[in-house]
């Protein structure tokens, strides 16, 4: 949902590379020590064209965590293209950067504390908003703002992965959404991260209801549990993965995908032995692709060091591990000329490699095997096997084509339609 628009280089403070400790124990810093990617970014562009007399959209917010001060913040981008916060009475609070190209941070009324365990807190967001984020955290976070290349005040929001980002020793999740022209979309996502376990449901106008209840409550402690177990078997460096506070306590999990853009070292070799093992059977083979879409099964064989796919417009040369964990570099990276074979090919071939199916009996044909069969030998992923074994529904993407599968299957953590009457947020947990 977000996306990077030019900023000044002096705003970028420092990027974290090279060792990380085990676990990786967060020290928060202060301004100097923030890290602005286009995770944690969102930049005031162009007007954006938004259908008059929106009905403003209500949520509520469940607070299932805990007995500490909780806090609602939401960000996203109004119909102007600005970015901006929903305030607690519900109207949209603009930062000022006051024509700073480096960050300073944002004061005022834009953050609404949550009430106890168990209580709900309602607000009503006036209309349009879009790139947008819920996001429910135990204390304050601390955002920032600066000047973007348009002259604009942008929105830098706090790193998931800088230790020392300033709000680093602060639990929180969020929820993503869009809010546009009376359709609303909204998304639960481990892709790059897990925090506080959120869940959610939309009812919409003819009364339907979705619902996505997310991790079970305390599961970011027994993920990163789990990620030690399976560190201790393999010594892979899953531990890496887990931030936590100086006692131990579990305050995020990262995915491999942000392990990789900060550590690009982490675990540089461990897929290669799987990756010439598929590269050997199926110069031999054929592996058929089932697009699930009107070109039907392409078959596919490496010739050429490349795997070649019938009707594609351009083959695909071996993976690296941070193609498989990002789905969107070397062979997985998507360009405006590719045609429609390819772009139904890269998301079912960076699933199986994620998934390591491609082995398997019945992997020759992908996506074919149910999700039982996911994860189970290795190099594989173990941080999407670890997240799924939380997830009360099964649903949440743990990387970025999570939702390829075979038919009557879905991963995804979605809500959609149009004319919602409520969207409710749980967090620390699902409650009905």
């Keep these: 949902m977000r996306g990077l628009f030019g900023l000044a280089a002096a705003s970028v403070a420092a990027f974290i590379t090279g060792s990380l400790a085990r676990p990786l124990i967060v020290h928060p810093g202060t301004l100097n020590d923030i890290v602005i990617t286009e995770h944690n970014t969102i930049n005031s562009t162009s007007k954006i064209q938004a259908a008059a007399g929106n009905n403003p959209l209500q949520v509520e917010i469940v ?175 899953w531990d890496k993965l887990c931030m936590t506070d100086g006692s131990g306590e579990a305050l995020r999990a990262l995915s491999p995908n942000l392990m990789i853009a900060s550590n690009p070292t982490w675990q540089a070799d461990y897929y290669n032995a799987y990756i ?27 010739t050429d060091n490349a795997l070649n796919c019938a009707g594609d417009n351009r083959a695909y040369p071996k993976p690296t591990i941070a193609d498989i964990y990002g789905c969107n570099s070397g062979p997985f990276a998507i360009i405006d000329s590719d045609n429609d074979v390819h772009r139904a090919i890269v998301p079912r071939l960076c699933a199986a490699f994620n998934r390591s199916t491609l082995l398997l009996d019945g992997g020759n044909v992908q996506p074919s095997l149910s999700a039982d069969s996911y994860y189970t030998v290795d190099p594989t992923s173990h941080y999407s096997r670890i997240v799924h074994n939380y997830e009360q529904d099964g649903l949440g993407y743990a990387f970025s084509y999570d939702d390829v599968n075979p038919e009557g299957e879905n991963a995804a953590g979605t809500v959609a339609g149009s004319g919602p009457t409520l969207l409710r947020v749980t967090a620390g947990g699902w409650s009905d």
């Design 63 to 237: 607070n299932n965590f805990g007995s500490n001060q909780m806090y609602l913040y939401i960000t996203g981008t109004d119909s102007n293209g600005v970015a901006c916060f929903v305030g607690p009475d519900g109207s949209f609070f603009y930062p000022d950067a006051g024509g700073s190209a480096v960050p300073v941070a944002i004061s005022g009324d834009f953050k609404t504390p949550l009430g106890g365990m168990g209580s709900t807190t309602t607000l009503t967001i006036p209309d349009f908003l879009i790139s947008s984020r819920i996001w429910v955290a135990e204390g304050e976070l601390q955002f920032f703002t600066l000047l973007n290349d348009l002259g604009k005040s942008a929105i830098v929001e706090p790193s998931v992965s800088n230790p020392l980002d300033p709000s680093a020793s602060i639990k929180w999740g969020f929820v993503e959404f869009n809010w546009d022209n009376d359709e609303i979309y909204a998304n639960i996502s481990y892709v790059d991260w897990v925090g506080i376990s959120m869940g959610m449901a939309l009812t919409l106008g003819t009364g339907e209801m979705q619902v996505v209840k997310g991790l079970v409550a305390g599961a970011v402690q027994n993920i990163c549990n789990d990620l030690n177990t399976q560190n201790g078997k393999d010594n892979a460096g």
């Design 276 to 302: 010439d093992q598929v590269w050997s059977q199926y110069a031999n083979e054929d592996l058929t692709i089932n697009t699930q879409s009107g070109a039907g099964n392409v078959a596919c064989r490496v």
